[in-house]
């Protein structure tokens, strides 16, 4: 009898995904300064079960939602592409991090990693909050963005709960009181005080921040030319975003002119991916108040920054889900945009490349969520 038939399933919700694989993408090629399908890929694969959750109709804590969205994604990214404003990011994307799983030998029969695996990371990624909460606290209480700094990194790190828990609450050390290996693998040890030294600048140097690090350098036995290179290496790294992170929020907001909600909200997404706390005030006052974007090869960006600022304004773009009129305006922008910063060939050949994997992980989320 007809009362006997089954319930259709409800319909998926491809759109939600769509948004959900834009703001993904938006923040890793953000963290990056680079479009690398590759890992946009492998990033899409470790979140297809949130993926299919969404087309089933599950809420989403998405970039709205935005300290749960970062946490997540970074611990995601860590051994795929950790951004590049986490403090020891090169380290955690070496191997400082239980998110890779198992490795060598044992990733053939298992993608857990071993318990000699999860006591290196415990303790060394321990040493590493604690040497980046010390030089933050050095001027006082940890502010916001030095909260979310912090957090990152743990992260990243892939800890158990508990011990993520348990280190979360731990108080900050005087540089002085920390217990620190002189004999500490060389490579880590600079990347600490790198590390270190990034922290003491994203909000702008303070003698005392700067102190602290040096303090730790010493204790990690550390040349004095070490730490001047690593000093340098933390000011070219934070340097190195500005020009970047500038194009790409005038990009999104020419882009997305007269949609003012999505420009601004990806565009103050972008300053605060891409720019240092203390470099990101006059983008975002400038979206705040609303003044104009004007195209005049204003950017001097290398080729991967270039692509890379048009991927997150395309990404910004395609996030709701355009009408085709909608789109087909869009991509004129789109040209002269790319016109602009270099090459106009460029707009077009990222939007195709975006639009097969956006096609592919679709697809790959409509069957995994219909099966």
């Given amino acids: 009898m007809a009362f006997d038939a089954p319930l259709p399933p409800p319909p998926l919700d491809l759109a939600a995904v769509l948004s959900h694989l834009c703001e993904d993408a938006f923040f890793t090629v953000a963290g990056s300064a680079r479009l690398d399908l590759d890992a946009l890929r492998a990033l899409s694969a470790k979140r297809l079960p ?10 989403w804590s998405g ?46 029969f298992t993608s857990k990693p071993s318990d000699k695996d999860v006591a290196r990371v415990r303790a060394l ?34 800890l158990s709960d508990h011990d993520r828990a348990e280190l979360e609450g731990e108080l900050p050390i005087h540089p002085e009181a920390l217990e620190l290996p002189s004999d500490l693998d060389g490579k880590l040890a600079r990347s600490m005080v790198r590390g270190g030294f990034y922290a003491a600048r994203v909000d702008g140097t303070d003698p005392r921040e700067e102190q602290a690090v040096i303090a730790i350098a010493r204790k990690l036995g550390l040349t004095t030319e070490e730490v001047n290179q690593t000093r340098e290496e933390a000011r ?8 970047f992170g500038d194009a790409s929020v005038d990009a999104i907001r020419w882009l997305l002119e007269g949609d003012t909600a999505e420009s601004d909200r ?93 096609e592919l992980e679709l697809g790959a989320t409509a069957r995994a969520a219909a099966g």
Avoid at 63 to 73: F, K, Q, S
Avoid at 128 to 155: C, D, F, K, Y
Avoid at 236 to 243: H, N
């Fill in 236 to 243: 070219a790294l934070i340097d190195s975003g500005k020009d």
């Fill in 50 to 59: 949130a993926l299919v959750a969404a087309a089933r109709g599950a809420p």
């Fill in 266 to 358: 990806f565009a103050v997404a972008a300053a605060r991916l891409t720019l240092s706390p203390i470099q990101r005030r006059d983008a975002i006052t400038s979206v705040n108040v609303g003044s104009p974007v004007f195209l005049g090869r204003r950017h001097r960006l290398d080729r991967k920054q270039r692509e890379a600022a048009l991927t997150l304004a395309w990404l910004a773009a395609v996030h709701g889900n355009p009408t085709y009129l909608r789109r087909a305006a869009l991509v004129a922008r789109h040209d002269k945009l790319a016109a602009d910063l270099g090459e106009e060939a460029d707009g077009a050949a990222i939007r195709a490349e975006l639009d097969r994997w956006v």
């Fill in 63 to 108: 970039l709205d939602a935005w300290d749960p969205w970062i946490l997540g994604l970074c611990a995601v990214l860590a051994p795929i592409a950790p951004p590049r404003w986490v403090p020891l990011a090169d380290a955690v994307g070496a191997g400082l991090s239980l998110e890779h799983g198992a490795r060598g030998v044992r990733s053939l």
């Fill in 125 to 158: 990624g321990s040493m590493a909050v604690r040497v980046v909460t010390s030089v933050l606290a050095a001027t006082g209480p940890l502010n916001t963005e030095s909260t979310l700094l912090r957090l990152a990194l743990i992260a990243s790190l892939g």
